[in-house]
Nanobody, 119 residues
Framework: QVQLVESEGGLVQAGGSLRLSCAAS????????MGWFRQAPGKEREFVAR????????SYADSVKGRFTISRDNAKDTAYLQMNSLKPEDTAVYYC????????????WGQGTQVTVSS
């Protein structure tokens, strides 16, 4: 199993930037594809971005495409989400998640971190 811990989020003004990190421990980090998800108040959790175990083929939700960048450093057992040009509608609790290469679902989740974007 892998354990995931997100960095602290924060409060940022619209148009600003923030980088989240997700530190993994336990099983070999490169055994997992990584994803970022978010959940806004009163809404269901939604997909934000994902990246393969090797760092290739990043994929994004349309709502964040061109503004967010997912990356990973397997030597540091850490995944990142760089968020630029933030909007108030990006306000949510952000979660990182890990998916074993052989599986289709994300079975391991971090505790979540709050990101608030003020207008």
């Amino acid at each position: 199993q892998v354990q995931l811990v997100e960095s602290e989020g924060g409060l940022v003004q619209a148009g600003g930037s923030l980088r989240l990190s997700c530190a993994a421990s336990g099983r070999t980090f490169s055994s997992y594809a990584m994803g970022w998800f978010r959940q806004a108040p009163g809404k269901e959790r939604e997909f934000v971005a994902r990246i393969t175990w090797s760092g290739g083929s990043p994929s994004y939700a349309d709502s964040v495409k061109g503004r967010f960048t997912i990356s990973r450093d397997n030597a540091k057992d850490t995944a990142y989400l760089q968020m630029n040009s933030l909007k108030p509608e990006d306000t949510a609790v952000y979660y990182c998640a890990a998916r074993e290469r052989s599986k289709l679902t994300y079975d391991f989740w971090g505790q979540g971190t709050q990101v608030t974007v003020s207008s």
